[in-house]
Structure formats: structure tokens, C-alpha cells
């Protein structure tokens, strides 16, 4: 069933219609939350935050079929709270139920850590794009920039990860 199903299902009141979207969504947006906060905890606090804030207003969003893009939102924006609240703890090993859709688990830390020393700007772009899988445009109005911006900002922050992680080796990552 396709999520603007369920998302009219959610806004007539069916909790189970929601509970679907949520295993659907969860651990894209806990790896992008992973990304962009560097704790686990803090990314499970935002993720689940996320999700509270996304029931209670699921009759605001107009466009059922853009609840990808509108829970990525409120998550940048639960995010944004816990960075401004915290000091993020620093991140010493991933967790094994960390769901990371890469090649395997040691890329996939490869990844992590690259990510985790990028700033804040590239690592919010990283994580909308390959972990929440968002179009470019999405990021754009997320962020409220303009959809160069974000393509810049994407391309520099691979570029980046490349260097860091030497792609060279892994090419299939970045495809």
C-alpha cells in the first residue's frame, strides 16, 4: 500500500495506518538523525520526537503523497532542538541495529565516521540525501535554500567523504 494511502488512512484516525508508516520510515530517519546528531540516543530521542509531532499533525499536511519529505523536515527541525539543547556524545561504535542500506557493515562504519567529522551544514545534506533518500528539491525546501545550493553543498560534501574514506576503492557507494 503506498504511503499517501495510509497517510489519508492516518488523518481519518486509523493508528494502524500510522504504525505502518512508521516502520516504514524509522530507521531512515534514525540514520539520518545518527548522521546529523553523532548519539545514538540523541538520534532515537529525535526520531521518536519526530514521529509524536508527525501524529499529532498529520491533518496539516496538505500533500499525503510528500509525507516522506514532511517527516525529514520536523526531524531536521528535532534535530536542530537537541543540537542547540546538547552537547552531542561522541559516537564510539555504531550500534548493530543502526540500518545503514551501504554495502556492508565495515563501509558502512567507514561511512559513519566520515560523516560524523563533516560539519554540520554537509553532514544535514548527507543524511537528507543518501539516508533519507530525498530529492534534491525536497532538501531544497527543507533547508529553505535554493536547489543549486544544495547541489553544491551535496557535491562538496562527498567530495569530502571521497577523500576521506578513499572512495576510490569503494565507487559503488557513491552510485
Not at 530529492?135 to 576521506?164: H, M, Q
Not at 578513499?166 to 552510485?175: F, I, K, T, Y
Request: proline share 3%; aromatic share 8%.
Amino acid at each position: 500500500m503506498e504511503d499517501w494511502v495510509l497517510v489519508e488512512q492516518a488523518k481519518r484516525g486509523s493508528r494502524h495506518a500510522f504504525s505502518v508508516l512508521v516502520s516504514r520510515h524509522e530507521r531512515a530517519l534514525y540514520s539520518t538523525a545518527l548522521a546529523m546528531l553523532r548519539s545514538s540516543w540523541d538520534a532515537a530521542d529525535a526520531v521518536q520526537d519526530a514521529f509524536l509531532e508527525a501524529y499529532r499533525k498529520i491533518d496539516a499536511l496538505k500533500d499525503p503523497a510528500k509525507f516522506k519529505a514532511w517527516t525529514a523536515r520536523i526531524l531536521c527541525n528535532k534535530c536542530r532542538d537537541i543540537r542547540r539543547k546538547r552537547h552531542p556524545i561522541p559516537m564510539e561504535e555504531l550500534p548493530e541495529s543502526c540500518a545503514f542500506d551501504f554495502v556492508g557493515r565495515d563501509i558502512n562504519l567507514d561511512i559513519m565516521n566520515a560523516v560524523r567529522d563533516l560539519d554540520d551544514v554537509d553532514r544535514t545534506v548527507v543524511a537528507l540525501r543518501f539516508f533519507r533518500d530525498l530529492k534534491v528539491d525536497e532538501i531544497a525546501e527543507i533547508l529553505g535554500c535554493p536547489a543549486g545550493t544544495v547541489k553544491s553543498r551535496i557535491n562538496r560534501a562527498v567530495a569530502k567523504l571521497r577523500y576521506r574514506i578513499g572512495a576510490q576503492d569503494h565507487s559503488e557507494v557513491w552510485q
